[in-house]
């Protein structure tokens, strides 16, 4: 297998790869820590700031690869892509749990026209309930409410409830659906949940 090339510094980019320059040489990209990329919002518009009303995407692959030495996971999605990203080593530490081979979901969002940002690193089946691990380096509040339909994040999906988890804490939720915010702020629960661990990376709206 070649080798991947991890992105620039952690804190001066937060470009996320979607795709490979070839076979031979993969992109990858660079996850700045959630304070390093922290802005007020601007009385105008501004494109670096998430917009509510852009979804959640997710990528389904395999772990390959976690670097502690360069804060590097990289993973070789279902379509045979092979990517990359830099995070904090809290981040890193906890993907480390995980071996090569062993199921990935990276969970998005789209903040810029060429920018894109990491909720969630996902690894189905590796626990009975659903679980999230904080490792934002800050307090975040994750919210969960039910499907309908088997959809997230219709208006009409009834109580949710919210559980505050402390940086490096756990949560677990029953309800189908979960989003994560920022603590003192609300998101929208628009992600489906599943067994398994999820790493917090960066909550926000």
């Known amino acids: 297998m070649a080798p991947f090339r991890w992105g620039v510094g952690v804190g001066s980019a937060v470009l996320f790869a979607v795709s490979v320059a070839g076979p031979a ?3 990858a990209a660079a996850q700045a820590p959630p304070d390093a990329t922290a802005s007020p919002a601007a009385a105008s518009p501004d494109p670096t700031i998430p917009d509510p009303g852009r979804p959640h995407k997710s990528v389904y692959g395999k772990l390959s690869t976690v670097d502690k ?12 892509e092979k990517m990359a990203w830099r995070f904090n080593p809290q981040v890193v530490a906890e993907a480390a749990r995980f071996k090569p081979g062993d199921r990935m979901i990276v969970i ?5 026209s060429n920018e894109k940002r990491v909720t969630a690193l996902a690894f189905p089946g590796s ?19 039910a499907a309908v339909d088997g959809v997230c994040g219709t208006p009409d999906a009834g109580p949710v409830t919210e559980s505050v988890i402390p940086a490096g804490g756990i949560a677990e939720v029953l309800e189908a659906c979960w989003c994560c915010a920022a603590a003192g702020e609300s998101c929208t629960p628009g992600n489906k949940s599943g067994n398994g661990r999820a790493l917090l990376v960066h909550c926000f709206e």
């Not at 998005?108 to 810029?112: D, E, T």
């Not at 626990?127 to 409410?145: H, I």
């Open 25 to 27: 040489a993969p992109r």
């Open 69 to 80: 030495t360069l804060n590097g996971v990289a993973m070789t999605t279902d379509a045979g």
């Open 108 to 112: 998005y969002r789209q903040i810029a």
């Open 127 to 145: 626990a009975p309930r659903p679980q999230y691990v904080n490792t934002t380096g800050a307090r975040v509040t994750v919210r969960s409410a």
